[in-house]
C-alpha cells in the first residue's frame, strides 16, 4: 500500500480539486465489494488474505453471512461540477500483466 490510504488519496484529490475551483468534501460511509474484486485489488488469493489486507484501511473490515461480499468503512470524495454532483474514488486500482498460457497465447490476468 505504497500510496496512501483511503484518506490520503482523498485528501490529495480535493486538494487538486479544490485549486483548480471544483468544489469537493469528503464522504464517509461503508461499502461493499465483491470478494472477486477485492482478491484483484489487493492481489489476494482468498477471503483471509483480502480481509487481512484491507484491515489496514478498516480493522473491523468483514465479509457478509456467504463471504461473498467485502463489508470496509471507507473516504471517497464528492465534487460538484457544472451543477452536477460526482463520487470520485482514486484509492482503488485495479492491476493486470501479461503471461502466456500453456499453448503459447497471450493472456492478461488480473492480479
Known sequence: MNGGNNVD???LLIAMLNQIG???VYVNGTISIPLETAKNLTGATNIES???ILR???PNATSNADNSQIILKHTWV????DGKIYDLD???KEYSYQDTDEE????????
Not at 78 to 81: E, L, N, V
Open 90 to 92: 482514486c484509492s482503488f
Open 104 to 111: 503459447g497465447n497471450v493472456v492478461t490476468k488480473h492480479i
Open 9 to 11: 488519496c482523498a485528501s
Open 50 to 52: 483480502v480481509l487481512k
Open 56 to 58: 489496514f484501511w478498516d
Open 22 to 24: 471544483i468544489e469537493s
Open 78 to 81: 464528492r465534487s460538484k461540477i
